[in-house]
C-alpha cells in the first residue's frame, strides 16, 4: 500500500516562505511524477508543480518565481519551496505520485493534504 506523508504547511505572513515536504513509501516500484496541487474553499483543485524522475519541471504560471520543486529520487520525496508567499497562495496543498505498475502504467496516489495560510 503506497502512501503519502506530507509536512511543513502552516501560518506565514506574506512575503513569508515555506517548505513543504512529501514522502512516498509501500512501494519498490518507480515513480514517475510527482507534485502538487491545491485546493482552496470554492475553487476546484489546481495543479501547482510536478516534477518527473528525470528533474524536468512545470510550474502553475501564478508561482513562476517565487516556487521551486525539487525531489529526492532516493528518498522517494519531494519538496515545495514557496517564498513570496501571497494570501491568495492559501489553500489545503495534495502531494501526488505516479507509481509505475508492472503493466507499464500508472496509477495516482494522493497525499492528505496539509493546510497553507498566507495572512496579509
Known amino acids: 500500500q503506497v502512501q503519502l506523508v506530507e509536512s511543513g504547511g502552516g501560518l506565514v505572513e506574506a512575503g513569508g516562505s515555506l517548505r513543504l515536504s512529501c514522502s512516498a513509501s509501500?512501494?519498490?516500484?518507480?515513480?514517475?511524477?510527482m507534485g502538487w496541487y491545491r485546493q482552496a474553499p470554492g475553487k476546484q483543485r489546481e495543479l501547482v508543480a510536478a516534477v518527473t524522475g528525470g528533474g524536468s519541471t512545470n510550474y502553475a504560471d501564478n508561482v513562476k518565481g517565487r516556487f521551486t520543486i525539487s525531489r529526492d529520487n532516493v528518498k522517494n520525496t519531494v519538496y515545495l519551496q514557496m517564498n513570496k508567499l501571497k494570501p491568495e497562495d492559501t489553500a489545503v496543498y495534495y502531494c501526488?505520485?505516479?507509481?509505475?505498475?508492472?503493466?507499464?502504467?500508472?496509477?495516482?496516489?494522493w497525499g492528505q493534504g496539509t493546510q497553507v495560510t498566507v495572512s496579509s
Open positions: 501526488y505520485a505516479a507509481v509505475r505498475t508492472f503493466l507499464g502504467g500508472t496509477s495516482t496516489y
Open positions: 509501500g512501494t519498490r516500484s518507480s515513480i514517475d511524477a
